[in-house]
């Protein structure tokens, strides 16, 4: 079967990270939300978000890698040929939200929460090793246990919300 190769634009730790979760190459199907991403946005014109030239020249430059994806030749005819540059951003936003809420379960999953810091700070790092990211050349430490902390606070918030949100539509009838 012949395969139809397209290459994303992508930072170099998205890039391991999406090849390690989704295959290298991804293969454009349904199997995962990212592949029907692609499907969807190679089938049809999508949704423009329309940036400023110098703002998309802005996001565009940290990409310094490539995403590799194939799908068979048959089925490009159906899906299209190209992502455009709007397209390789959203596709790209994706990745970026799925690795902070891949490394932040990761870390509640692995991390040693007696040791407190040192704990969190070997989960991030084995993380890291987990899809071969190299840290401080592709991403600061730094950065990752920023990630980290702000994905792990967003959920805690979101967990807060819905029981607040469930209490208050709880009716209590006393007899």
């Given at each position: ?159 807060n919300n819905n029981k607040v949100n469930l209490l208050s539509n709880t009716h209590i009838i006393i007899l």
């Open positions: 079967m012949q395969l139809y190769h397209i290459r994303i634009p992508a930072k170099p730790y998205i890039s391991k990270f999406a090849h390690v979760r989704y295959g290298n190459p991804v293969p454009i199907n349904n199997s995962s939300a990212l592949s029907a991403l692609i499907r969807g946005l190679l089938a049809k014109p999508g949704y423009n978000v329309k940036y400023a030239s110098s703002q998309e020249n802005l996001r565009l430059r940290y990409l310094t890698a490539h995403i590799a994806c194939s799908a068979p030749v048959s089925q490009m005819p159906q899906l299209g040929y190209a992502l455009t540059t709007d397209h390789i951003i959203q596709i790209n936003a994706f990745l970026e939200e799925d690795f902070k809420e891949r490394l932040q379960l990761f870390v509640a999953k692995t991390a040693n929460w007696q040791a407190r810091r040192s704990g969190i700070d070997q989960a991030i790092e084995a993380f890291a090793n987990h899809y071969g990211i190299i840290i401080d050349d592709e991403i600061t430490f730094d950065g990752l246990k920023k990630m980290e902390y702000r994905a792990r606070t967003q959920a805690t918030e979101r967990i």
